[in-house]
């Protein structure tokens, strides 16, 4: 089955500064690669997704790459700010509608005021 | 307002004792899920179900089971918990289809089993 891996498990920043968070899969039938943000205690919540047909996509000051020679993806946020501090987790899916998800171990990213 | 609930939200129970987390949502969507949460392991799917009495199993189905016989309601029934099912568990729905990928998740369960 898939396996994806995610890092770094934390992440410090100053607020303004960018952070980037990498994950690897293993399937290279994956097609569908969300990402989900989870605020301290609440439910985790999409904030961009990137099909297998795309390399890059933007939203605002969240992006997302993916390398699928590499089968590796990542997220990156620009100019930080406190409210970006949330637990992020990356997925994969190889199903058309993006149902079975196989996600990573989670990033806790924390912006320093 | 489009939805998923889950109840109980917070739950303490002793080791063998049958307990139902029921899930519920209201945007007629064919597929619903549910996962456990464990720190350092992000989230693994349990089981998951495509329609109405379709269901299989995810990563980590052992010690549940799961019933899909209305398309709103899909509970998680722990036959005889232990204290290895300690977690946070949340309920996620999605359309089959074409165009929206995003799965909706219930607020999560915070189960304990003592």
């Known amino acids: 089955g898939e396996n994806v891996e995610q890092h770094p498990s934390t992440l410090s920043v100053q607020e303004g500064d960018s952070a980037v968070i990498k994950c690897t899969y293993s399937d290279s039938a994956s097609n569908y690669f969300p990402w989900y943000k989870q605020e301290l205690g609440k439910r985790p919540q999409l904030i961009i997704d990137i099909r297998s047909n795309v390399g890059e996509k933007k939203d605002q000051r969240i992006a997302v790459t993916l390398n699928k020679t590499a089968k590796h993806f990542s997220l990156h946020i620009t100019e930080t700010q406190p409210e970006d501090s949330a637990v992020y987790f990356c997925?994969?899916?190889?199903?058309?509608?993006?149902?079975?998800?196989?996600f990573g171990g989670g990033t806790r990213l924390m912006v320093k005021p | 307002e489009a939805q998923v609930t889950q109840n109980p939200r917070y739950l303490i129970t002793v080791t063998g004792k049958k307990l139902t987390v029921t899930c519920s949502q209201n945007m007629n969507h064919e597929y619903m899920s549910w996962y456990r949460q464990d720190p350092g392991l992000g989230l693994r799917q349990i089981y998951y179900s495509m329609n109405v009495e379709v269901t299989d199993k995810g990563d980590v189905p052992e010690g549940y089971k799961v019933s899909r016989k209305e398309k709103r309601n899909f509970p998680l029934i722990l036959e005889s918990p232990s204290p290895n099912q300690t977690s946070l568990y949340f309920c996620?729905?999605?359309?089959?289809?074409?165009?929206?990928?995003?799965?909706?998740f219930g607020p999560g369960t915070r189960l304990t089993v003592t």
């Open positions: 997925a994969a899916s190889h199903d058309n509608a993006g149902n079975m998800l196989t």
């Open positions: 996620a729905s999605s359309s089959l289809a074409g165009g929206d990928y995003e799965q909706y």
